[in-house]
């Protein structure tokens, strides 16, 4: 049993023990073996860590670098929509927006009807297939702001609710006016897109009243110091730009000065003219019975919702905005315009031959692109810059209404005569909640090839027509209900490239060669028109003598005397102010210049007309002129006098030319002129002050001797003065202003032998201290003249 027990006892044997460590052996081996593959497969795993690392960075620094290039304009498109159009928000708290009412309309022009602009779809389309057509070989240029600076002006865009119209000016300015022209900028130096269309110079946005418009300040406040003045029909109450409107304007190739309107932009803040009174009070309508309907609809019926009541609301609050940017319209000569809230755009045409109807199609961008997503299409084209740039370029090329237009146009139509600023307000808050019937129903189509894209990889004559509804154009027979519609026949028709190309050769567009022959014509010479105005002899050297004369004119004198000619001119302008009157775009403070050629005897001059406000410092102008009439021709222009106009001259939006002063032409400005520029520049400088010496031999002190008012005239090898409506007579050197010696001596011969004496003594004095102050102010003016011309 001892034997057995110690057997239990102490079991281990060799054999078990060498199980055992083989065991152990065994295990440890496969937790190296484990171990070794752990560690490969982390090795492995860093190494696929580091490698997704490193292809993360590259993707980043691919993005950053595709974030920071230039973008193609397709691309520019997409990005303006998605992170600016998309980024702006109204502000709905009515507490923190602006509470004045819609500008009134009263004494306003107003249109006759209001009618769908039926055919507006296709002309954009038509618009953007001709613009592809011309950038084809463009298309892939990256020459746009790159997506980091768009993303981050979004951003800005996105922190601010439009709660005014200066905060709807500001987002328009950056999320569309600013886009635009930079667009309009980069077609317009490319060939094969001027061919096409009349791009000029490209476009500016100006909310700025021009100088000379009763808005500006100083008109304004000249204004308010003349008599009452009561406007006719010849001369109606039209204003400047006000504060939420502002016009677009092109120049012509080569002219900076000479700038053509090409459409008015009004801004609506959206809180005051919102989405539902649009697609409501947009519809067509006869304006006098939206005016003339004073009974309002009942708000409820049988406890109901009256439709009628928003109705009425709607139409005469549309009516009110369509016929203040209508009325800019007709006095701006533009058949085009449009009208944004931020959220929409109604853009408005008046076609030349049927000014009493005003066209209108209501865009709302943000559903456009909806509808062309939804439906699988691009929608870059239908985006709020698309459809200015199109509509841009079609009122680009678009023929202006000229004086005869506008002031036939003005008798023609009637005047708002209703005070209609309590609109806004007479509006219950119940009417603003758009019923079910006002919903948008955008229209989709295929777009033009320069607009498809894969930025992300995305696979009848215009009329009014009874019982149309504008937002109801589901009809297949309509010209936007087609996806392959031909140029529309209708006053829109954009021109074809032959046309197009003869017209730029001409600077602009159907306007009458009468007037291009004033604007192509030489100036006549200073000596032709000293000759004129002296009833002298004919200048053989003039270029244009030939029409002084008539056939076998053997007399060397002129023909006409100044008196004649003034009144010719007069009676001329009376009759047309289009043919042979021709804006050069020239203007400053206080005048606009014009160049007109006598159309009877083709004697061509330059005039300087100006406002009623300014009307009397032309007046004084013309009598500076007057005392420095031996030296016109020479150093100055020739001065024939002044003529009112019978007709104002319609020159820019709130700027009607009533007075006009007839001069000979200066030249061209000293800091502008390439021969003076190839003059040593001290003997520019004395001869300058040659001139400024003259006038001060005269007696008169210029006051404003300023680079833009001193020309060089190549005919008479000379520096001219202008612009002397400022000027002041010093009437100390004027004959006659200092008693003459021999009267004072005779009125001494009467008092006693002190006073005499005391007479004499207080005579000398004042004269000499009076000279002493006129020295002191022509030295000055000739040290401001020096510092002028060294900063020019």
Avoid at 106 to 113: V, Y
Avoid at 203 to 218: K, Q, V
Avoid at 386 to 401: D, M, Y
Wanted: proline share 5%; hydrophobic share 30%.
């Amino acid at each position: 049993m001892g034997f057995l027990y110690n057997q239990n006892v102490n079991p281990r044997s060799p054999r078990t023990t060498a199980q055992s460590y083989l065991k152990a052996r065994s295990e440890t081996s496969d937790n190296g073996l484990k171990d070794e593959r752990k560690r490969a497969e982390d090795a492995d795993q860093r190494a696929k860590d580091e490698r997704q690392r490193a292809e993360d960075e590259r993707k980043r620094a691919e993005d950053a670098a595709q974030h920071e290039r230039k973008t193609t304009l397709a691309e520019y498109l997409d990005l303006c929509h998605t992170h600016l159009f998309r980024s702006i928000s109204v502000q709905t708290n009515k507490s923190l927006t602006t509470q004045g009412d819609v500008t009134s309309p009263k004494g306003k022009l107003r249109p006759n009807r209001l009618c769908p602009w039926i055919d507006f779809l296709s002309t954009q389309k038509h618009t953007q297939e001709r613009l592809q057509s011309a950038y084809t070989d463009h298309s892939e240029k990256r020459i746009f702001e790159n997506f980091s600076f768009i993303k981050g002006l979004g951003e800005r865009v996105a922190s601010r609710k439009i709660a005014s119209e200066g905060d709807l000016a500001n987002l328009q300015r950056a999320t569309i006016e600013t886009p635009v022209a930079s667009i309009i900028g980069h077609l317009q130096s490319l060939d094969s897109v001027q061919d096409e269309f009349n791009i000029g110079d490209g476009i500016f946005f100006d909310n700025h009243p021009n100088t000379l418009s009763d808005t500006a300040e100083e008109v304004s406040q000249r204004l308010k110091n003349l008599q009452p003045f009561t406007p006719t029909r010849s001369t109606p109450l039209f204003s400047g730009l006000r504060a939420d409107q502002i016009c677009v304007y092109t120049t012509a190739e080569n002219k900076d000065t000479l700038r053509k309107l090409a459409f008015v932009v009004e801004y609506k803040a959206p809180h005051k003219l919102n989405l539902a009174s649009l697609r409501s009070g947009l519809r067509e309508m006869d304006i006098k019975s939206v005016i003339d309907c004073s009974l309002v609809p009942p708000a409820k019926v049988q406890g109901i919702d009256n439709p009628e009541h928003f109705q009425y609301h709607a139409d005469r609050l549309v009516a009110s905005a369509i016929t203040q940017t209508f009325s800019y319209m007709i006095q701006g000569g533009t058949q085009y315009a449009y009208i944004t809230t931020g959220e929409a755009f109604v853009f408005l045409h008046v076609p030349l031959d049927d000014p009493g109807t005003i066209y209108y199609h209501l865009v709302e961008p943000g559903n456009d692109v909806l509808a062309q997503t939804e439906a699988g299409q691009e929608f870059v084209h239908r985006t709020a810059i698309s459809q200015i740039l199109a509509f841009t370029l079609l009122a680009l090329e678009s023929e202006a209404g000229n004086q005869k237009w506008i002031e036939d146009t003005m008798n023609m139509l009637d005047i708002w005569e209703v005070d209609y600023e309590a609109i806004l307000h007479n509006m219950p808050d119940s009417v603003r909640t758009a019923p079910p019937s006002s919903e948008y129903r955008p229209k989709t189509y295929i777009p033009a090839r320069l607009f498809a894209m894969n930025l992300r990889n995305r696979s009848a004559n215009s009329t009014c027509r009874p019982d149309t509804s504008p937002l109801d154009n589901d009809n297949p027979e309509s010209p936007d209900a087609s996806d392959h519609e031909s140029p529309p026949d209708t006053p829109t028709r954009p021109t074809n490239r032959k046309r197009h190309n003869q017209v730029r050769k001409d600077g602009s567009k159907n306007a009458n060669a009468s007037r291009y022959g004033t604007q192509r014509r030489s100036f006549c010479t200073q000596r032709c028109l000293h000759g004129l105005a002296e009833m002298g002899n004919l200048d053989m050297s003039c270029p244009n003598i030939l029409d002084h004369c008539k056939p076998n004119h053997k007399s060397k004198q002129h023909q006409l005397n100044r008196q004649t000619f003034l009144t010719l001119l007069h009676q001329q302008l009376e009759r047309n102010r289009d043919d042979d009157c021709y804006p050069l775009g020239i203007q400053g403070a206080r005048g606009a210049l014009f160049k007109i050629t006598l159309t009877s005897h083709g004697y061509t001059v330059a005039a300087k007309g100006t406002v009623r406000a300014f009307a009397k410092d032309l007046q004084h102008e013309c009598e500076i002129y007057e005392r420095l009439k031996k030296i016109q021709g020479v150093c100055i222009p020739i001065c024939f006098g002044n003529i009112d106009l019978a007709h104002p001259y319609y020159y820019d939006i709130g700027v009607q030319i009533v007075h006009m002063m007839i001069l000979s032409w200066a030249g061209e400005r000293l800091d502008k002129c390439k021969v003076v520029k190839e003059i040593d520049q001290k003997n520019v400088d004395t001869m300058v002050m040659r001139s400024i010496k003259q006038i001060h031999h005269a007696g008169i002190l210029h006051r404003d001797l300023r680079v833009p008012n001193i020309f060089w005239n190549a005919e008479v090898n000379r520096v001219m003065l202008i612009d002397f409506e400022r000027s002041e007579v010093m009437l100390d050197l004027r004959k006659g202003a200092i008693p003459s010696p021999n009267r004072e001596r005779r009125k001494k011969q009467w008092l006693l032998p002190e006073k005499q004496a005391e007479l004499s003594k207080k005579s000398d004095d004042g004269s000499t201290m009076l000279k002493s102050q006129v020295r002191l102010r022509f030295a000055n003016e000739i040290s401001i003249a020096q510092r002028e011309l060294t900063g020019r």
